[in-house]
C-alpha cells in the first residue's frame, strides 16, 4: 500500500511540475567534426585521417531559475577513423547569461560512457553554447556549437608492443582521447 501511495504522490507531482513548465525534455542530434585522437600508441590529427561522428542525445531539464537548468540524459555517440560508439549518461547544465536574450545559452554535458560489448567505456564532456528559436506551445528548436571530448578507456585485454603499425591497433583495446567540434541540432518541448 505504501509503494502505491508513493507511486500516486509522484505522479502527482510530476503532473503539477509539468503543469508548471519546469521540466523540458530535448532531443539533439549533432555532427562531431574529429580534431585530434592521442593515445600512448601515437596520435593523429584531422589531416592523417577524416575523422568524423554523430550522436543522438535524450534529456530531460529541470528549470531552477529563469537563467539556469540542469539535468540528466542517455545518449549514443558514433566515433569515426577509427571507429568506436559510446553509450553515454550524463549530466547537463544549461545557462543564459543575457538577460535581454534568453534565448541564447551556454551548455555543458558530463558524464561516463557504460562499457558493453558495442561501447567503449569513459567519460565524456560536451560543452559550448546555443541558441533557441520559439514556436508553438513551448517547442523549441536548438541550434548548438560546441566541443566535444571523449576519454575512452581501452579494456587493455592485450599488450601492444611498440613496434606495431599504429593503423592496425584495435581501439577497443587502449585508452584514447578524441577531441572534435560539436555542431547540432535538437528540439526542445
Not at 584531422?46 to 540528466?72: N, Q, V
Request: charged share 20%.
Amino acid at each position: 500500500m505504501k509503494k502505491i501511495i508513493l507511486i500516486a504522490l509522484a505522479t502527482i507531482l510530476s503532473v503539477n511540475m509539468l503543469a508548471q513548465k519546469k521540466i523540458s525534455f530535448n532531443a539533439d542530434v549533432a555532427y562531431l567534426f574529429g580534431l585530434q585522437e592521442r593515445t600512448d600508441y601515437g596520435n593523429f590529427s584531422r589531416s592523417d585521417f577524416d575523422m568524423s561522428g554523430a550522436s543522438l542525445h535524450l534529456s530531460a531539464l529541470y528549470k531552477i531559475s529563469d537563467s539556469f537548468s540542469a539535468g540528466a540524459g542517455i545518449g549514443l555517440d558514433r566515433y569515426d577513423h577509427p571507429g568506436y560508439n559510446t553509450l553515454p549518461i550524463f549530466l547537463k547544465a544549461n545557462y543564459s547569461p543575457l538577460k535581454s536574450c534568453r534565448e541564447l545559452y551556454l551548455f555543458s554535458d558530463l558524464g561516463r560512457c557504460i562499457g558493453t560489448s558495442d561501447f567503449i567505456k569513459g567519460t565524456m564532456l560536451d560543452a559550448g553554447f546555443g541558441y533557441k528559436i520559439n514556436l508553438k506551445n513551448n517547442w523549441r528548436i536548438n541550434f548548438k556549437l560546441g566541443y566535444n571530448v571523449n576519454w575512452a578507456e581501452g579494456n587493455n585485454k592485450t599488450i601492444i608492443p611498440n613496434d606495431v603499425d599504429f593503423q592496425y591497433v584495435s581501439f577497443d583495446e587502449i585508452d584514447h582521447t578524441r577531441h572534435s567540434l560539436l555542431i547540432g541540432l535538437g528540439i526542445e518541448f
